[in-house]
């Protein structure tokens, strides 16, 4: 019987927020990182582990056979080996909810910056354009309203409901979209193949698991409008980013916004990071990470090993 928690915190640099203490009997350790070659030594007395984005496998499961409890700083739990922990008797939670204002706001900031074009006009003031101008605007580049297009949301979590209720409130049509490659439709729901072809602007808030990596690729890209704009803030994965390059070299779509990439961080670089035109946007895996919903995570991962301890399952996966 274990009287005293020993929960290690393997990547706090990854939370900017105030962690309050446990209510329990606990040793507490933090680290700002943590390489994955190191996870073992950083973890091996832990009973309690929190990770954001450290893999958390089965060889450093095996290392560590005192833990009990494996608390996701995250909503994703890809980095975890689920299937080792159901074997091992080890709990999985995560954290939900957190992220349904900051990252539907950051999704409606690039589909404005896009849809507007706001960084060809940026280039064009500073190329003196507006100042050798004959009258008293510029006509250079041309501007969509989002009020009337159609939005369709592939994933319909609390973050997916979040980027529909902004949606209404621009007066845009949403369609949620049905698994790939199902047959059966569930009611408000219209086949993945129709959103695509549909969509005006279509917006990923999937998770990133065996279903869903490649999700989007040359075959998907070939089905939407070339008006269309595809916006990621879910995993790098679920999107083939060849095909995505492929697609706005060729003009198949009109553009896009990224939050997220394949390998993170691109420490060997990335065809992406040098795709330096108005239609593209790409940001450093920042749409969750607003001071408030950061704030809103931490509370709830100590409210989720809280009630792990207690006996109570809150937010497990497993």
């Not at 006509?139 to 949301?153: C, E, R, V, Y």
């Amino acid at each position: 019987m274990i009287t005293k928690e020993y929960i290690v915190f393997l990547d706090r640099a990854t939370l900017l927020a105030e962690l309050r203490t446990p209510n329990f009997e606990h040793v507490w350790v933090e680290h700002p990182d943590c390489p994955p070659e190191q996870a073992a030594d950083f973890l091996w007395r832990g009973s309690i582990a929190i990770s954001n984005k450290v893999p958390i496998t089965r060889a450093l499961l095996e290392a560590c056979p005192k833990l009990r409890l494996i608390a996701v700083a995250a909503t994703g739990v890809n980095n975890v080996d689920l299937e080792a922990c159901r074997e091992r008797g080890v709990a999985v939670c995560n954290v939900r909810g957190y992220a349904e204002h900051t990252v539907p706001e950051h999704v409606f900031m690039m589909l404005l910056t896009l849809r507007r074009n706001l960084l060809a006009w940026r280039a064009t003031l500073q190329q003196g354009g507006w100042q050798k101008a004959e009258r008293f605007c510029l006509f250079d580049h041309p501007i969509h309203d989002l009020h009337g297009s159609t939005l369709g949301l592939i994933g319909y979590g609390n973050v997916g409901a979040g980027v529909e209720r902004l949606a209404h409130a621009f007066g845009m049509h949403v369609l949620i979209a049905e698994r790939k490659g199902v047959s059966e439709i569930r009611a408000g729901r219209v086949a993945f193949d129709e959103v695509l072809a549909r969509a005006d602007q279509i917006s990923l808030h999937t998770p990133l698991n065996d279903d869903t990596r490649g999700l989007i690729g040359a075959r998907e890209f070939g089905l939407m409008k070339k008006t269309a704009l595809l916006i990621n803030t879910a995993r790098g994965g679920v999107v083939d980013e060849a095909a995505l390059l492929s697609a706005l070299n060729t003009r198949r779509i009109a553009g896009a916004g990224f939050d997220v990439l394949s390998v993170e961080p691109p420490t060997q670089g990335h065809p992406l990071l040098e795709l330096n035109r108005p239609n593209f946007l790409l940001t450093p895996h920042v749409a969750w990470s607003s001071r408030e919903a950061m704030q809103i995570l931490a509370d709830q991962l100590i409210d989720n090993i809280e009630a792990f301890v207690r006996g109570e399952e809150k937010n497990r996966v497993v």
